[in-house]
Nanobody, 120 residues
Framework: QVQLVESGGGLVQAGGSLRLSCAAS????????MGWFRQPPGKEREIVAS????????YYTDSVKGRFTISRDNAKNTVYLQMNSLKPDDTGVYSC?????????????WGQGTQVTVSS
């Protein structure tokens, strides 16, 4: 049974930092593309960042470029999202996902999410 478990969310003031982790189990982690998504209150879920199997070709949505960094440790079956210079607009439920496809919008497995709240 595949499980993705996020951790590291919380309440932080604007300008602060958080590091999210997503630990995967029940799958061979390294071949999967991993992504971080967020769902702000009252809005649809959006992709924040993604990382291919070797960690290269990282993708970031425009609003987080230069502030967020996605990384992965294939030996630990874990993907991270380092979030710096946080803004109130970054508030939302952050979820990780795994895809066996190199590209595209199909994601095979999802975590339950962790809440990130950025106060002004």
């Amino acid at each position: 049974q595949v499980q993705l478990v996020e951790s590291g969310g919380g309440l932080v003031q604007a300008g602060g930092s958080l590091r999210l982790s997503c630990a995967a189990s029940g799958l061979t982690f390294s071949p999967y593309r991993m992504g971080w998504f967020r769902q702000p209150p009252g809005k649809e879920r959006e992709i924040v960042a993604s990382s291919r199997r070797n960690g290269g070709n990282a993708y970031y949505t425009d609003s987080v470029k230069g502030r967020f960094t996605i990384s992965r440790d294939n030996a630990k079956n874990t993907v991270y999202l380092q979030m710096n210079s946080l803004k109130p607009d970054d508030t939302g439920v952050y979820s990780c996902a795994a895809s066996k496809y190199i590209l595209g919008s199909q994601w095979d497995y999802w975590g339950q999410g962790t809440q990130v709240t950025v106060s002004s």
